[in-house]
């Protein structure tokens, strides 16, 4: 039973355009979502997180929006780099009211960014 | 510089053997966390723990073994009796009052 659903295992977009990546969760309970960016052979390295309080939060080139109702959260990038090509995972959890839980992980999207 | 330090970064095991993968945090973080990497599953919890002398299972623990005696250390063995071992893993930590996990560089292993 998967609790976090990436639909699109892969995204091909040109350079300069943006890149929409989405991600599906099931339980109401998950307060706190988070976007990671992974290259092969290394570890995941955090890009942006929001907190169900919010709906949209921004860093640089980097947007997440949470959509409570649907159980859906997306990450955008404007404008997508080449170096933006990677794997990327989204990933949730619960604040239990003295720590946060574990993380759960979808199964991850390829972007690829053609030059 | 603070971290989290995996090793070794590539491992070759014989079927039948157990092995331990290292992983060493200097960022005073008190959850640390073990999860593995296949394509197209993503990262699946194996095991972690949120204080010292005590860890919990994963979503994926069966042939799996863990410690922590130490804050800063949270060694995975892989046991004999797991499956399908080869897979790439991956060591976390963080504060238990933050959401962000900091991973390490991750090692591979690979059953022969």
């Known amino acids: 039973d998967q609790q976090v659903k990436q639909n699109s295992p892969s995204l091909s977009v040109q350079e300069g355009r943006i890149s929409i990546l989405n991600c599906d969760y099931t339980n109401s309970m998950f307060d706190y979502f988070l976007w990671y960016k992974k290259y092969p052979a290394e570890g995941p390295t955090f890009l942006i997180s929001?907190?169900?309080?919010?709906d949209k939060n921004e860093d640089g080139r980097f947007t997440v929006f949470l959509n409570k109702s649907a159980k859906h959260l997306s990450l955008h990038i404007v404008p997508s780099q080449p170096g933006d090509s990677a794997v990327y995972f989204c990933a949730v959890m619960y604040f239990s009211g003295t720590s946060y839980g574990k993380l759960t992980f979808g199964q991850g999207t390829i972007l690829t960014v053609h030059p | 510089d603070g971290g989290i330090t995996q090793s070794p970064k590539y491992l070759f095991r014989k079927e039948g053997q157990n092995v331990t993968l290292s992983c060493e945090q200097n960022?005073?973080?008190?959850?640390m966390y073990w999860y593995r990497q296949d394509p197209g599953q993503g990262l699946r919890l194996i095991y972690y723990s949120q204080i010292v002398n005590d860890f919990q299972k994963g979503d994926i623990a069966e042939g799996y073994s863990v410690s922590r005696e130490k804050k800063e250390s949270f060694p995975l063995t892989v046991t004999s009796a797991q499956k399908n071992p080869t897979a790439f893993y991956l060591c976390?930590?963080?504060?238990?009052?933050?959401?962000?996990?900091?991973f390490g560089e991750g090692s591979r292993l690979t059953v022969l």
């Open positions: 960022l005073n973080h008190d959850a």
């Open positions: 929001i907190s169900s309080i919010k």
């Open positions: 976390a930590s963080r504060t238990v009052n933050t959401g962000e996990l900091f």
